[in-house]
Every structure is written in structure tokens, then in C-alpha cells.
């Protein structure tokens, strides 16, 4: 049991394109690895939970979360190949797992990605099968709209517009004294609810003056954003001829998959028939469906957070759904 529960591996930075990554799991008796894309101002300990769940389930598994450039141990990445788009994203991700199995880790079997990290996937499957190279066995989109965002993405209080625009905006603050105090700050004047607060506090580190910052770039998340709001994926999935299989899961409540032109659009995929593009959809989870947050503790004198593994929607319910394609 013990090795399942161990802290992650980080893996420096070590080039223009190499991410930082975690890793459970992976020794020489993996032959199966299962990669995580976090969505837009997440990080690789999002997935921390999942990736225990999965390996401690299905031991002949190993695990590897992945931090996209902007964000998390990643957020450094200075001299990254320009610009920020998703298509650099994914050439980022494709490098880094070609660090990995140089490594002796197994190039994956399935690709897990949330909400922003589904176009990533995508365009990292484009990307290799340009190349001629092979693809993982299974790719789960969770969550993310394959077209263009023109203004039908959910705009309530927890939208992902809402939440970009609030910390993008110049006057957010980017330095605080105490953890106490960005939680605050997020609930009393950014106006989010504890979940999301705590979860946008798991983006924090300290710099050189001891204050509490962010490990966001969000020069680089607001290009990226834009970049991944205007990318069109739907040809892609028109004209998709890779034997591996892309699984869409759709978050019930999220209402932008209702919007008519996006119906249309995946009408029009589901009309190819081609058995290797399947949607699913959970209808009782909203787009933070991958709203997972690592286990901390904030301590003030006035108030005292304890957040317990706070986990997606329904976890093992997206895990059947994994489960059962992989016995198909």
C-alpha cells in the first residue's frame, strides 16, 4: 500500500520545452503509463488523487501528471519556444514524455485531459500522427468543447471566463502576506466560493521576500486562454483516420455543450461513424468535474481551512467509464 500513497517524484526542468512532471508508480515493471493534462490555472497535483485512485486499482499501471508551461513548477519556463499557443502546449508535452521514456518510462496508454487540456491532447495527437508516431490506446477529453468559444461558454458566477478574467486582470493582486489573506481576498472581493478559492490557492508559492505569490504566469495563461478559446478542433475530429480511440466526457450540467452550433458540430462527427471517436456524458457533474485539489492546511489566527482531498464530482463514476472501455 505504501507505494501507492508515497509523495510524488518532481523531474527538474531541463530545456526550452521539457515540463515539470510527477510520477507514481513508474518503475521497470510498468509496462502501462496513464498521463494527466490538467485544465487552464490547474496543475499537476490536481490530478494527485486520481493518479493514487488509478495506480492503487490497476497496479501494472504507473502514473504521470503533467504541468503545462504558465503553470505550476512549469511557470518559469522562460525560454520556451514561442509563441503560447495550445499547438506549443502540446509540442511541450510531446517532448517532455519523449524525456520520460529515455527514462525507461513507457510511452502512454491513456491520455487523461481536462477543459483546457483536452485541446492540448487533441493537438498532441495531431501532432504525432503528422509524424507518423504512435498515439495512446485511449484519450479522454473531459469536459472540453472541441470547437470555438464565441461567447456560449458558461458565464455563472464559476465560469472559467469569469475566473480567467478576475485573475488576469491587472489590478489582482499578485503578492500576499498569508495564506489567510488569498483566501480572503478570492471569497471576500474576487466574489468565489470557498471550493474555488482553495482550489486557485493550491497556486502559490513564496519568493525572495518571504510574500505568498503565485506559480501562475498569467501573461502566458491569458495568451493561452485567447489561443484556446479561437482553436478549432472539429476538423481534426472530421478527418481523424488514428486507430486510438478519443472519448469525450461531457459534464451534465455545464449548458455550453447545449449551444445549437456545437449540437451541430458534433452531430456532424457522430455522422462519419468512425467507432474511434465516442461521446460519453456524467449528468450530474459541472465543468469542475476535475476540480481535484491536493490535501493542505491553512493556519490563521482568525481562521483555520482544512481541505481533505476535495475530489471531482464523481471520481469513481469517471473511472467506470475508463474501465469499461478498456474491457470492450
Not at 527538474?12 to 518503475?27: G, H, P, R
Not at 455522422?271 to 449528468?283: E, Q
Request: with cysteine.
Amino acid at each position: 500500500m505504501q507505494r501507492f500513497i508515497r509523495r510524488f517524484s518532481n523531474t527538474s526542468i531541463q530545456s526550452s520545452s521539457i515540463l515539470a512532471y510527477d510520477k507514481i508508480n513508474c518503475t521497470d515493471q510498468n509496462d502501462k503509463i496513464i498521463v494527466y493534462l490538467h485544465g487552464i490555472l490547474g496543475s499537476k497535483r490536481n490530478w494527485r488523487t486520481p493518479c493514487n485512485v488509478w495506480v492503487k486499482k490497476h497496479p501494472s499501471y504507473g502514473a504521470i501528471s503533467i504541468d503545462h508551461r504558465g503553470h505550476g513548477d512549469s511557470y518559469k519556463l522562460d525560454a520556451r519556444t514561442l509563441p503560447d499557443t495550445v499547438e506549443n502546449c502540446a509540442i511541450d508535452i510531446n517532448n517532455t514524455l519523449n524525456i520520460a521514456s529515455e527514462r525507461k518510462i513507457n510511452p502512454p496508454s491513456i491520455l487523461i485531459a481536462h477543459s483546457f487540456g483536452g485541446k492540448v491532447a487533441l493537438k498532441y495527437l495531431e501532432h504525432r500522427l503528422k509524424l507518423g508516431l504512435s498515439i495512446p490506446e485511449h484519450t479522454w477529453i473531459v469536459d472540453c468543447i472541441p470547437g470555438k468559444y464565441n461567447g456560449h461558454v458558461e458565464n455563472g458566477e464559476e465560469s472559467v471566463i469569469k475566473v480567467i478574467k478576475t485573475v488576469t486582470d491587472p489590478s489582482f493582486p499578485k503578492t500576499f502576506n498569508t495564506r489567510d489573506e488569498i483566501i480572503n481576498y478570492l471569497i471576500n472581493n474576487a466574489g468565489f466560493s470557498k471550493a474555488i478559492a482553495f482550489w486557485l490557492a493550491t497556486n502559490i508559492t513564496t519568493n525572495e521576500a518571504k510574500k505568498y505569490t503565485w506559480s501562475l504566469n498569467f501573461d502566458i495563461i491569458k495568451s493561452l486562454f485567447d489561443d484556446f478559446c479561437s482553436l478549432d478542433m472539429f476538423p481534426f475530429l472530421m478527418n481523424y483516420n488514428g486507430k486510438g480511440k478519443i472519448h469525450f466526457l461531457q459534464a451534465g450540467r455545464n449548458q455550453a455543450w447545449n449551444n445549437t452550433v456545437i449540437l451541430d458540430q458534433i452531430n456532424q462527427v457522430k455522422l462519419k461513424n468512425n467507432s474511434n471517436i465516442k461521446f460519453h456524458i456524467m449528468h450530474n457533474v459541472g465543468h469542475w468535474v476535475s476540480k481535484l485539489i491536493a490535501s493542505f492546511i491553512l493556519h490563521s489566527n482568525s481562521h483555520k481551512y482544512i481541505l481533505f482531498q476535495v475530489h471531482a464530482d464523481d471520481l469513481h463514476g469517471f473511472y467506470k467509464f475508463v474501465e469499461n472501455e478498456l474491457n470492450k
